[in-house]
Nanobody, 123 residues
Framework: VQLVESGGGLGQPGESLRLSCAASGRTFSSNAMGWVRQAPGKEREFVATISWNGGSTSYADSGKGRFTISRDNAKNTVYLQMNSLKPEDTAVYYC?????????????????WGQGTQVTVSS
């Protein structure tokens, strides 16, 4: 599976950004997907995950109520809608495909990763 993220950029606090992750290669719809971010000088942090059919989702506390993960299996694409952005959301955001069909917040369960897209939140 090849994963290509897009949609990152500069946003002001309180604004919204929508990240997309286009998948190609082996069957996309069989895998749970996730978003992970890494801020400068920090370790990678789980953001959100969605099951193979979109029926289940899970979020890190930092994004609950603000972020929404979704997927369109017909388009082989997973999305991360980020609302009410905060400066602490500044990071490189990575899309990842899991080994399993069910949601997971463990990095070790993801075996395919995109190259990342930068999100910067600043006034």
């Amino acid at each position: 599976v090849q994963l290509v993220e897009s949609g990152g950029g500069l946003g002001q606090p309180g604004e919204s950004l929508r990240l997309s992750c286009a998948a190609s290669g082996r069957t996309f719809s069989s895998n749970a997907m996730g978003w992970v971010r890494q801020a400068p000088g920090k370790e990678r942090e789980f953001v959100a995950t969605i099951s193979w059919n979109g029926g289940s989702t899970s979020y890190a506390d930092s994004g609950k109520g603000r972020f929404t993960i979704s997927r369109d299996n017909a388009k082989n694409t997973v999305y991360l809608q980020m609302n009410s952005l905060k400066p602490e959301d500044t990071a490189v955001y990575y899309c990842a495909a899991a080994v399993f069909r069910t949601i997971t917040d463990r990095s070790s369960h993801y075996n395919f990763w995109g190259q990342g897209t930068q999100v910067t939140v600043s006034s």
